[in-house]
């Protein structure tokens, strides 16, 4: 049977930008959709009837919503292909573990830190950088979070990186200053064709961020 | 020596749910009662990132998060899955299991706050009765696992319980079982299942610690 796969995404969606990138690293054809989220389309209101949010993942008709969900199901369904959880059951607990701490820390912080200006920012910044040292710390040594080879959480991650300029231009501080081993951590990822193609331009996302502050009436 | 080791606090629905993934796998474990007041060396040693419980410790190694923890449970001791094999349903499942998670800390919430703040949860906790209602619980199942529970039905604990509770000593009334006739039955079921019965955190232990511990909320909060 032929295999129809739909993803409804948002461009400078990091949760989108998560599945995009697993379905490249399992080399999966499907058809990519961009939603307008002011005019969301009927197709989306269907598919995620109760939180009516992108991304989601449409597979021969059946919807699949929340990101990290949808990684663990394009894992398991292609699994003969780029595995991107481990195998041995404590290390997939540590994998999820540190999947759901970004999940937790990295967009509501970092929401904070162009959202807010003076004290209220200064806070975000520290409780970010807070987190990402955190995150540096259990990278370690290793090339990737998953080890040798992209796994579950650089997945889950790495999306954020394509904000990190944003974020730095708007609280008027440098991450790579703080946190060198995630820096170049993120630039190896980089490297990789899965993830170079699902993440957008830096400074496309800084001017969403400012049209986003405009509409917002942010300062 | 214990193989499992279960650390927790016996007021919390995330413990709960731990313990009866273990009892519903027939999993011997050791549990020590942690005060959330004064952390044990230990818990802050297992747990150094949320310092939270419930951790549970297999062969020496720690594991935090329930959700985490209930599906490494289900991988380690496949005997009665928690989980569907078929991977779309297990991706809805999860989906539903996410939900209660991110929508539970809403009826906490109501007990720890008061005025706007205890409305603004008041209203999260009625709207995700009415997406459990309205979306997961379609199709006339006894269980959200279908004729046994499963993870999401664990996921579900604090609306079967937790929350008549917190109605209780707080007057609010947020769940009524005309309202939510699928949910009213699904608590009945749930509630009755032994393993679930036999491991409830006492209803009025509950209500005059939470109570004692909203005074005392409130009262900082104003001084």
Known sequence: ?219 | MAVVKLFGAWLSPYVYKVIWALKLKGIPYEYIEEDLSNKSPLLLQYNPIHKKVPVLVHDGKPICESIVILRYIDEIWPQNPLLPADPHERAVALFWIKFADDKSPFISKLYRTDGEEQQVAAKECFEMLEVIEGHALVGEKKFFGGDEINMVDIAFCSVAHWLGVIEGFTGLKIFEPHKFPRLNSWIQNFKSIPVIKDNLPDTDKMSAVLKRRREMLLASKSS
């Open chain 1, 1 to 219: 049977m032929a295999e129809e796969v739909v993803l409804l995404d948002f461009w400078p969606s990091p949760f989108g930008m998560r599945s995009r990138i697993a379905l490249a690293e399992k080399g999966i054809k499907y058809e990519h959709k961009e939603e307008d989220l002011r005019n969301k389309s009927a197709l989306l209101l269907q598919m995620n009837p109760v939180h009516k949010k992108i991304p989601v993942l449409i597979h021969n008709g059946k919807p699949v919503c929340e990101s990290l969900i949808q990684v663990q199901y394009i894992d398991e369904v292609w699994h003969d292909k780029a595995p991107l959880l481990p195998s041995d059951p404590y290390q997939k607990a540590t994998a999820r573990f540190w999947a759901d701490y970004v999940d937790k820390k990295i967009y509501e912080v970092g929401g904070r830190v162009w959202k807010t200006k003076g004290e209220k920012q200064a806070t975000a910044k520290k409780e970010l950088i807070e987190t990402l040292k955190l995150l540096e710390k259990e990278l370690g040594d290793k090339p990737y979070f998953g080890g040798e080879s992209l796994g579950y959480v650089d997945v889950a991650f790495i999306p954020f990186y394509s904000w990190f300029y944003a974020l730095e231009k708007c609280g008027n501080f440098s991450i790579e200053a703080e946190c060198p081993k995630l820096i170049a951590w993120a630039k190896r990822c980089m490297q990789k064709e899965s993830v170079a193609k699902s993440l957008p331009d830096q400074q496309k996302v800084y001017d969403f961020i400012l049209e986003m502050k405009k509409h917002f009436g942010i300062e």
